[in-house]
């Protein structure tokens, strides 16, 4: 579907360099080959793995996947995700929270749009990419957040693009327009941005920051059950205390 009166721009073509070396390769192709990698591992394709790390030494790139860091001989570097995740280019602010360089965050949306009119606008600028998790696999990589207390869009979201380049050329094209088809949506404006998160590696290995936290709270609602059973005398009533106050 068109975006705008002229249609969407055309997507910015990846592969274009000739792999004599590492000024054939941009930055965003070398992350493209990485992402691809990661996804052959994902999918236990370690052939097709094996084969891009090959191409990728070819144009001078090497892989740290220990310290999970590529480099190039003219002296380029990033950080990529493991077998875990895709490669996403992530770029480290100077507050210490990273820059997800292939998702966009989006403000604005209308909060009766359905998954697949917003796949179907977004996805209008180039491929969105696909989920590679057992309960959506398949479907178009789309976060929306919901009110927590009533489970209601908030109007806000992440998509996440296969290409970086796709992300950022979305920030220009989407930016103040309305969303949806021409008089859809007449009243909506959009915000995009490149998402950003906060760095796991500050809260060590519990997972986003929230590891630890949910284990405190998950202490205290124990022992507040404790307690609400008569189980618990005051040594207990000092331990929630002291729970409470760490969380």
Request: with cysteine; proline share 7%; charged share 25%.
């Amino acid at each position: 579907p068109a975006c705008g009166p002229s249609g969407p721009p055309p997507p910015v073509p990846i592969g274009h360099g000739s792999g004599l070396g590492p000024a054939a390769a941009t930055t965003d192709e070398i992350i493209v080959l990485i992402e691809k990698r990661n996804n052959a591992k994902n999918m236990q394709d370690f052939g097709a793995a094996d084969a891009l790390r090959v191409q990728l030494e070819a144009i001078g790139v090497t892989l740290d996947d220990r310290g999970r860091i590529w480099s190039t001989l003219d002296g380029r570097s990033g950080k990529y995700d493991g077998a875990g995740g895709a490669s996403r280019g992530d770029k480290t602010l100077e507050d210490g929270s990273l820059s997800w360089e292939n998702t966009i965050y989006v403000q604005g949306l209308p909060a009766s749009a359905r998954m697949h009119e917003i796949a179907e606008f977004f996805g209008g600028i180039g491929p969105i990419k696909k989920s590679k998790k057992s309960h959506n696999q398949g479907e178009p990589t789309i976060h929306l957040y919901k009110d927590k207390r009533t489970g209601q869009p908030k109007g806000d979201g992440t998509i996440s693009y296969e290409e970086p380049s796709t992300a950022r050329a979305a920030i220009d094209w989407f930016s103040g327009k309305p969303f949806g088809p021409p008089g859809a949506y007449p009243t909506s404006s959009l915000t995009v941005t490149i998402a950003t998160r906060p760095d796991a590696n500050r809260f060590g290995k519990g997972g986003g920051g929230g590891g630890g936290r949910r284990l405190r709270r998950r202490l205290v609602r124990v022992l507040d059950e404790l307690v609400a059973q008569n189980l618990g005398g005051a040594d207990d009533e000092l331990v929630l205390d002291a729970g409470r106050r760490a969380d």
